[in-house]
């Protein structure tokens, strides 16, 4: 594996075009190395503590640098193992021009919760005219999995994405898969910062309201009722947005 080093002021301003924090710095490199083929899909990353040795960087640092690369696409966390995994490249074209232009207002939230509502209540239609047995499976253990993790709103929001993106992968339409795992990597960090600005206490009662709109729209999939399932991805995407505003 490619070794990590610190940042040279040099490269620093290569890559940033002037001053940049220091986890921009090392997700500049990271990210360098994933594109230049050094790091390869499947690869993992060192652990927070051994990247914080070895880049002589804090762990808020090292952990920001990591967030960045997961919201482009180009790593994955692993909950309960160390060290992020790297990810196929396929989509980072798209995630991250979108991410950017997040990031500089060039598209609102309210935009994107917007086309997010209509496109998610159409995958929900679809997912219950169409689900597998296997696909009901995975639906029904991403919940399970969401229910033993309310304690740990990080892996929690990974099991939001990972809902949706089941939801989209039942439907069969390749179209959707792909626009729904770009909106979900995108959008993970935000939320992840939401949820982290809430009480603990707070941050609790949404995860179970969350996971509760969840069960109620598995519930209609299960049923094969695709209005049912619409009308409540419908109520989700809304009470999202009142749970979280912008």
Request: with cysteine.
């Amino acid at each position: 594996m490619a070794k990590l080093r610190k940042p040279s002021p040099k490269y620093a301003v290569v890559a940033c075009s002037g001053g940049c924090r220091a986890s921009e710095e090392i997700y500049l490199q990271l990210r360098e190395f994933i594109l230049s083929g050094q790091l390869k899909p499947g690869d993992r990353l060192p652990s927070e503590r051994a990247m914080m040795a070895q880049l002589n960087r804090s762990r808020p640092t090292i952990r920001e640098a990591l967030r960045m690369l997961e919201q482009g696409g180009y790593i994955a966390s692993t909950h309960g193992a160390p060290g992020a995994v790297v990810q196929e490249p396929s989509l980072h074209g798209v995630e991250e021009p979108l991410a950017e232009m997040i990031q500089l207002n060039q598209i609102s939230l309210q935009e994107l919760g917007e086309y997010r509502l209509n496109n998610d209540s159409t995958i929900a239609m679809w997912a219950a005219q169409r689900r597998s047995a296997a696909d009901l499976q995975q639906l029904r253990q991403c919940l399970q999995e969401a229910q033993a993790s309310l304690e740990d709103y990080e892996h929690f929001v990974d099991l939001d994405v990972k809902f949706h993106s089941l939801l989209a992968q039942a439907t069969g339409n390749r179209v959707a898969v792909i626009v729904t795992q770009v909106l979900g990597n995108v959008e993970k960090e935000t939320l992840r910062r939401k949820m982290l600005a809430i009480s603990q206490a707070d941050r609790l009662a949404l995860e179970q309201r969350i996971l509760m709109r969840h069960q109620i729209i598995l519930s209609a999939i299960e049923l094969g009722d695709a209005e049912g399932a619409r009308e409540a991805m419908i109520e989700h995407s809304r009470a999202a947005n009142q749970d979280l505003p912008v």
